[in-house]
């Protein structure tokens, strides 16, 4: 399968994401490893999740989806093989959210927990925090990237005019 390069980053991977919202929610763990066992069968390797999935089911509690993945690369040995996407921001019960500095520390650790890994390759702001500096932001993830926890970020659910601003600060 031709690789695509992700953004101006130095990862490549397969043009197609796999978002992996539904694991441990309405897709049970078995059918989960199943479904990322055919997804790398058929030659991709980009998995997308987020901490926050699946908080909204009923007795969830967040991270769900993130600890279906972390056991398959587990079993699996192959994490060197995938392109692992995550994202940090959203609501997190019972009252964590946001882009600060404290959130995104304690967030990351959370998420390289539960995926059983030391790094992620691309980490997402997922949905914009007007009430924190954009450069405390960028700053958390500046310092992420140096620590070799995250490859390369990108950013979900910013307008255009609020991303443009952090692209230029970035």
């Not at 929610?25 to 078995?30: A, F």
């Not at 996407?85 to 959130?103: C, E, F, I």
Request: aromatic share 8%; charged share 25%; net charge neutral.
């Amino acid at each position: 399968m031709e690789k695509r390069r992700l953004g101006r980053s130095q990862i490549h991977t397969a043009p197609l994401c796999l978002g992996g919202n539904v694991f441990g929610w309405t897709l049970d763990e078995p059918a989960s490893l199943r479904i990322l066992d055919e997804y790398v069968a058929a030659g991709f390797d980009f998995i997308d999740t987020a901490d926050v999935y699946s908080t909204w089911a009923p007795g969830h509690v967040g991270g769900e989806s993130e600890t279906i993945i972390g056991k398959w690369f587990r079993q699996r040995g192959n994490r060197a093989k995938v392109v692992l996407a995550t994202k940090v921001g959203w609501l997190m019960p019972p009252d964590r959210k946001g882009l600060s500095k404290a959130n995104i520390v304690r967030a990351v650790e959370e998420s390289l927990r539960r995926l059983q890994t030391d790094y992620i390759d691309l980490y997402q702001a997922h949905v914009d925090d007007a009430d924190t500096p954009l450069e405390e932001t960028l700053g958390a993830f500046a310092d992420l990237i140096r620590q070799g926890k995250v490859r390369t970020i990108g950013a979900s659910n910013y307008s255009a005019a609020r991303l443009s601003q952090a692209l230029d600060l970035a």
